[in-house]
Nanobody, 129 residues
C-alpha cells in the first residue's frame, strides 16, 4: 500500500527558503510519479510541481518556476520540494502526492489530482514578516 508522510513546513520570512520532505512507503520511487500541491485559505487546491521519476521529467506551475525545485531521492524513497525566494502568496498547506506511473497517461504541464493515488497529510507553510 502506497503511503506518504510529510515534514518540513513552518514560518519563514519573505525571501527565505524551506525544504519540504515526504517519505514514501510501499513502492519504490522509480515506479512512481510524484507531485506537490498547495491550498491557501479560501482558494482551491493548486498543483505546484510534478515529476516522472523514471524519466527525470519535471514540471511546475508558472507561479513557482525558477523558485521551487522538486526532486526524488530513490535511495531514501523520499520526495523533496525546495522552495526559495518565498513570497507571502506562497502561504498555504502543502501536500505531497504519489501515483503509479502509467505509460499512456498525458502527464503535465502541471500536476492534476487525478494523476496520483496517495497523498500526504499536509504541512503548513507561512511566509510572513
Amino acid at each position: 500500500q502506497l503511503q506518504l508522510a510529510e515534514s518540513g513546513g513552518g514560518l519563514v520570512q519573505p525571501g527565505g527558503s524551506l525544504r519540504l520532505s515526504c517519505v514514501v512507503s510501499g513502492y519504490t520511487l522509480d515506479d512512481l510519479v510524484i507531485g506537490w500541491f498547495r491550498q491557501a485559505p479560501g482558494k482551491e487546491r493548486e498543483g505546484v510541481s510534478g515529476e516522472i521519476v523514471s524519466h527525470g521529467m519535471k514540471y511546475y506551475t508558472d507561479a513557482v518556476k525558477g523558485r521551487f525545485t522538486i526532486s526524488g531521492d530513490i535511495a531514501r524513497n523520499t520526495i523533496y520540494l525546495q522552495m526559495n525566494s518565498l513570497e507571502p502568496e506562497d502561504t498555504a498547506v502543502y501536500s505531497c502526492a504519489a501515483g503509479h506511473y502509467r505509460a499512456d497517461y498525458p502527464y503535465g504541464p502541471i500536476p492534476r489530482a487525478d494523476d496520483y493515488d496517495a497523498w500526504g497529510q499536509g504541512t503548513q507553510v507561512t511566509v510572513s514578516s
